[in-house]
Every structure is written in C-alpha cells, then in structure tokens.
C-alpha cells in the first residue's frame, strides 16, 4: 500500500487519502511537495504554498518556469508568494461574510444568542450553534464543529472537532444538510500590489 506523510505533523496515512487523520492537514496538495526534493524536511521548512498557476490552480514553487501540471508558461510575479489576509464565506443564497486573519466567526441557526455571528436558520439540519470557521497566520482554515446533530464537512470530509486545512484555495464547507457554503481566500501581494 502506497503511503504519505502528512507535511504537518509527519504522521504516515495512505496516499488516497485528502486529508491527514492525525491532525485533518489537506493531503490534496502534496503530489507537488512530494515532486520537489528540497521540501523533504520538517513542515516549517515546506516553501509557502500560495502562488498558483493561473491556468490549472497547481500550487507553484518560486523555481517554477512553467507549470509542473500542465505545462503552461509562469511569470516570475505569478509565483511571488502573496499573503492570504481574510477568506470569503459565500453563504447559501449569496450573502458575503469575510472572516480576518485571527478572527473567528461562528455559524448556526440561533437568531437569540450574542455568540452565533451568522444565523443559518431556513436551513436544514443546521444546529443552533453549529461551527466556527477562523484563518490562522494567513494559511490555515480552521473549521470546528461544536458537537452540531448533523456535522460539519470541509469538501465532503465530516470534520471531528477541529481541522486545519491550507487556506490557500477554495473549498466547500457544509453545515448539517443543506447550508452548502464555499470558502475562497483573499490575497494581498507582498510586492506591494493589493
């Protein structure tokens, strides 16, 4: 059986796997790690993962010329890494909530209580203090589920607890049955450019 080792926490796990079942870290991004000999040592010294081919999405190195994927040609300013400073939450029906760095906003359907930040009452299976969902240091989504009926899943993963995955994409977070929400990053460039 073909393994992985998870760039987070180093656990072992099987290479189908999307996730690490130790500490829930997205495997979806490691075929590009596992290309690149000099990212073999521990998680802190794996290159920032956030630039992206803007033909495909691959997540790009600052070496890459072209892209590992598909081929396509990259500028220099394509793979300049560029700082994840808030995500975008696309609620069912369109409303837009923007969770900062270092925030965390909380979700349900109780519209009595202070704590829940956004109420998801008209949907079904949503608990009245379902999840939370926070951005830690620019590259971590982390979404918790507070013991809601019907779960919490992250692109079709039922979170246990907490979970950690790269904030670097976009990704599907549902909450019980019907509240289907898809989460994208916001960047500001560190060159400068917004």
Do not use: K
Not at 26 to 52: F, I
Not at 110 to 118: G, K, L, N, P, T
Not at 140 to 166: A, H, K, M, W, Y
């Amino acid at each position: 059986m073909e393994t992985v080792n998870c760039p987070s926490c180093g656990s072992t796990g099987p290479a189908a796997a999307l996730l690490c079942g130790v500490c829930g870290w997205s495997l979806d991004v490691l075929p590009t790690v596992a290309m690149r000999p000099e990212a073999t040592g521990p998680a802190s010294e794996v290159e920032d993962p956030s630039a992206e081919c803007p033909t495909c999405g691959q997540q790009l190195s600052p070496d890459d010329s072209s892209c590992p994927v598909c081929s396509s040609p990259v500028s220099a300013a394509a793979t300049q890494t560029a700082e994840i400073v808030a995500v975008q939450v696309v609620l069912p029906g369109g409303l837009v909530v923007t969770v900062r760095d270092g925030e965390n906003v909380e979700f349900g359907r109780a519209v009595d209580r202070a704590d829940v930040s956004v109420s998801l009452a008209p949907y079904d299976g949503v608990s009245r203090v379902h999840a939370t969902i926070g951005l830690r240091q620019g590259r971590q989504l982390e979404v918790s589920d507070l013991q809601s009926t019907n779960g919490t899943f992250v692109d079709d993963i039922q979170v246990q607890g907490v979970i950690r995955v790269p904030a670097n994409r976009s990704m599907s977070i549902r909450l019980g049955r019907g509240a289907a929400m898809t989460v994208s990053p916001i960047h500001h460039s560190s060159r400068g450019n917004a």
